[in-house]
């Protein structure tokens, strides 16, 4: 694994996040379902908690957006890069925006499963940057898995710890 | 027949690519061999963080590396 810089974090483990608009791709409830749960991959094994809002500014803001989408990061029309997220720090920092031009999924093959995608991104969020380990979830590559069944890889795990520690509640 | 475009196309898609995530810079002002020395080591830079074989060339494994959806966070520090 590795971190962004001299192991940049959030100085709070209690973030909050919205979601400031929906993909077509999916129902806004499978949307919703798939944010959740891809923030939780990362609360199980830290001491941080997620807390949706509905108006204001989160701490990590959603979107989904196609070509120039309001950042100095265009996206690049289906396939490619499918989604990037900003290092913790404050206004963009934390933001996660994803490529409208791709057909994410809720737990189809046919397309990139938002799920996966976003848990990824979260990492990102939370200041890991990519990891070489092929199997890791921060691997800059997307690849499917079930994520009826997904287990955060050990990897990410000594990497997200390493910022903040394990989860004293399990 | 036609001429392929597709060598042109992917020259232009791997420069593409190393400046987005291997930080590879415009070239300023130096001999063209630095600039051919530079894109060379960012292709060795990346070869060696998906575990490929380092060469500091294109051939067609790095290539389809590179075509392979991702994320859009640079795999490198800028």
């Known amino acids: ?170 | 027949g036609p001429i392929s475009r597709q060598p042109e196309e992917d020259d232009a898609f791997v420069e593409s690519y190393l400046k987005k995530f291997y930080n590879l810079t415009e070239q300023t002002g130096t001999a063209s061999h630095g600039r051919f020395s530079q894109l060379s080591l960012k292709i060795a830079e990346m070869q060696k963080f998906f575990g490929l074989t380092v060469t500091g060339t294109m051939d067609s494994e790095t290539l389809n590396v590179m075509k392979k959806p991702r994320c859009g966070v640079p795999d490198v520090a800028q």
Do not use: C
């Open chain 1, 1 to 170: 694994y590795s971190t962004f810089g001299e192991g940049l974090k959030w100085k709070t483990n209690e973030l909050t996040y919205r979601i400031e608009n929906y993909t077509p791709d999916m129902t806004a409830a499978e949307v919703d379902d798939s944010i959740e749960k891809a923030l939780q991959v990362w609360a199980r094994v830290t001491p941080l908690r997620f807390t949706r809002i509905y108006s204001g500014t989160a701490d990590i803001m959603i979107s989904f957006g196609a070509g120039s989408h309001g950042d100095f990061y265009p996206f690049d029309g289906p396939d490619g890069t499918l989604a990037h997220a900003f290092a913790p720090s404050a206004g963009i920092g934390g933001d996660a925006h994803f490529d409208e031009d791709e057909n994410f999924t809720f737990r189809s093959t046919n397309g990139y499963v938002l799920f996966l995608v976003a848990a990824h991104e979260f990492g990102h969020s939370l200041g890991l940057s990519h990891s070489s380990d092929p199997g890791a979830l921060m691997y800059p590559m997307y690849s499917y898995r079930d994520p009826n069944s997904f287990v955060l890889p050990k990897d990410d795990v000594n990497g997200i710890q390493s910022l903040y520690g394990s989860n004293t509640n399990v």
